[in-house]
């Protein structure tokens, strides 16, 4: 059974930092793609970045310079560092696990961020 869970979100004030991680189990986690959307109300989910098995990644230009995903196989462990947050970074964000190219995608239940002052 696979599992994916994000943890890390709450309140921030705006140009604060958070960091979200994304657990999962019951894949071979190096071999998985992984990522980050998010859904703000009222808006279409949008991708936020990703990262390859290979550990290339690719970021939303909302998010270049201030986000950051990393990954870390020995804990099967993916995280995205924020910084310098705004308002507009407020959504719910999903983390995502493919397991092979091509194959299944499997998400979070999701995790709230809020900046605000």
């Known amino acids: 059974q696979v599992q994916v869970a994000e943890s890390g979100g709450g309140l921030v004030q705006p140009g604060g930092s958070l960091r979200l991680s994304c657990a999962a189990s019951?894949?071979?986690?190096?071999?998985?793609?992984m990522g980050w959307y998010r859904q703000a109300p009222g808006k279409q989910r949008e991708l936020v970045a990703s990262?390859?098995?290979?550990?290339?990644?690719n970021y939303a230009d909302s998010v270049k310079g201030r986000f950051t995903i990393s990954r870390n196989n020995a804990k099967n462990t993916a995280y995205l560092q924020m910084n310098s947050l705004t308002p507009e970074d407020t959504a719910v964000y999903y983390c995502?696990?493919?397991?092979?190219?091509?194959?299944?995608?499997?998400w979070g239940q999701g995790t709230q961020v809020t900046v605000s002052a």
């Open positions: 995502y696990a493919q397991a092979r190219v091509g194959g299944p995608t499997y």
């Open positions: 990262i390859s098995s290979g550990g290339s990644t």
């Open positions: 019951g894949i071979i986690f190096s071999f998985a793609a």
